[in-house]
């Protein structure tokens, strides 16, 4: 089975800047990532763009969209900040993308960090992508969710059935 | 959903020891692992044993089979180490378990160290374990394995399919 | 020999806030690197604030002064930011404290993520301030500097001579 | 002023073998420390030898003594496994070497793992070697001790005066 991870950036991908003090985007953090998890499944990597969720804009969502139905395989994981994430959740369910199978999944704390909870979150989005039927997820804390059934609860930081 | 995860020691859970510089077993680290992923799971955490899987006898291994069977949950995690991962899972085939998921993982580093995959082989087991079939699988390397389809490479460290 | 470590923020103690994706201070991380350290010292440790170093007034600096000159030790460490740490040098020179070696650090990136240089400059740091006669003492990138001798240099992130 | 580090293994240096589960040396990890340090120091970095100090015979010992009497740098650092770190440091002091800071140091926990001290060790002994006086030293626990005044606490790992 082929998985193409799209990367649109997100906590996942922030970084420290020690000149500045302010955290940043640079390059994704996720072949580190599959390297540290010994994965060895067969991942098609896209950087599609690298930006804080909360400044996504419409046409941002219609280009992850367009790259999630074009790619070539039917298994993708998309890399995305968590406030968001269930807006362009719905984005790609608007799209009725036939016969794909879609996992956003995202991290509270960078991976950078020493307690962050991306390389779980990971293993998560990339195991829910393997065996679910085709539709949209968010996959979360552990868990997944349909793109329609679930919320980001800000004040706990943690996706919950709606 | 209620998952019950059983402990049964491995790489997972090895730490240093500084006083005479060996690796040896404390206590479990998954508690520490489910907060950093922030899990939010209905997880019972049940340590069975904290042993070197290569000094896994068959009792230890009738023992495991005892509680993933009479354990309330319908979806098992073994925590396990990988040199005999396999063989723990054929005993667990053998004993005909009805109408649950079980799965075994590990890892190929101590979580206690920087560079361990635990973290990314717990979200995938988790997860796996969620949307499975009945039957007894193997998780490792962001993939899974029925049991009686994969064995370790001693040569690469890295599960496949046989 | 009697240490004091007098807290005032800093990267050093910079937090990641997972809800707002900000970094804050909350407690400070000396105790933990301490312990990191196996340090044996007799340390008396007292937060006198937690603030960026861009953010100290006068007022602020004037109280890292008393405490400094007010407290029982002879040995004295300042963990600081660097922006400002020059500043805070003289400031504490300017003050004629007798008798007393006080040294200032810092770091570039939070103890809190797996990158950080806080635990070389803490362990830099205590050992200057147990041999250098009386003064005060900017200690970062492994080397130490009278006060009137060093700046930050901005491009760089390191200290150097002036 | 320059120094020379003589890398002689240790826990400073053990890695984690995922393959055999067992400790083992391979590169050291001096220059991925200094680069964490933020070092500014002008080091020579010289691998004598990278074995566990229990195993170190008199050979081996001679050998770090003529390469730190023989080295052009008058500040020495040695990282050294803490077991047998007093008796090297004996064989120095009795090479009366002249004129020579020589501090040895090392780690309880290796640097590859999260929890090591190594780091502040090697800020500690660094800084120690650049302001003592000639003679044969010993950096632990934050601490400088003469060679002749110390020893290791085998029960808590820490180094005492004797």
New interface residues.
Partial sequence: MQIRILVTGG?FD?E?D??T?R?FFRDTHLPE??R??????DIQLETVMMI?SLDMTDEDRAMIVTRARDCDERSVVISHGTDTMVETARALAAASIKGKTIVLTGA???Y??????G??????????V???PPGVYV??????FRWDECRKN??T????TV
Same sequence: chains 1, 2, 3, 4.
Avoid at 119 to 128: D, E, I, Q, V
Avoid at 139 to 144: K, S
């Fill in positions: 906590t922030k420290y020690e000149l003090g955290l990532m599959l540290r998890g010994r994965s060895m499944l804080d509270m704390v960078p950078a960090f020493g307690s962050s909870d390389l779980f979150n990971l293993g998560s989005a990339l195991s829910f393997q065996v679910l996959a979360m804390n552990g868990q997944h800000k004040a930081g943690c996706f919950e």
